[in-house]
């Protein structure tokens, strides 16, 4: 059986992924920051913690024979809207040099890694009001209808 590692696998998207691996016959192993949520399923690994120390992403990775993954999907990463660039900084782009620094240090044979990113990134974008029609963007989403 194949395993997966998905990083930030308690958020929106991690959590249907770790669902769509685990019904493909995945072993699923999840890595986030909150405590284990009581409905998370026994049948996924869990590593309470975030994606910036490497001792805790080489166990997480499969070290300490734990069975070593062959996937990756990193989707860790802090979200919202504030000025605390440092902290975006030292845990959105330096956890991920921090994940390739710790599969290449330790030679795991991973098939693939794949990152995605959110709105963060993006941006909001453009959104149409259901009763006016008119486009507009602002500091807040927009959910018509």
Known sequence: MERVLI???????GRYLADLFYQNNFKV?????????????????????????????????GGEGLGEVDYILHLAGLSGYSDDYASFFRVNAGGTAVLY??????????KQVIIASSQQ??????????FCCTSFTGGKIFYPG
């Open 29 to 61: 192993r999840i890595i986030d920051l909150p405590s284990r949520p009581e409905n998370l399923p026994n049948h996924f690994d869990y590593v309470r913690s975030g994606v910036e120390d490497h001792r805790t992403l080489f166990y997480a990775l």
């Open 7 to 13: 990083t930030g696998g308690l958020g929106f998207i």
């Open 121 to 130: 990134v993006y941006g909001e974008g453009k959104y149409f009001c259901g």
């Open 101 to 110: 620094e710790t599969i290449n240090r330790f030679k795991f044979s991973i």
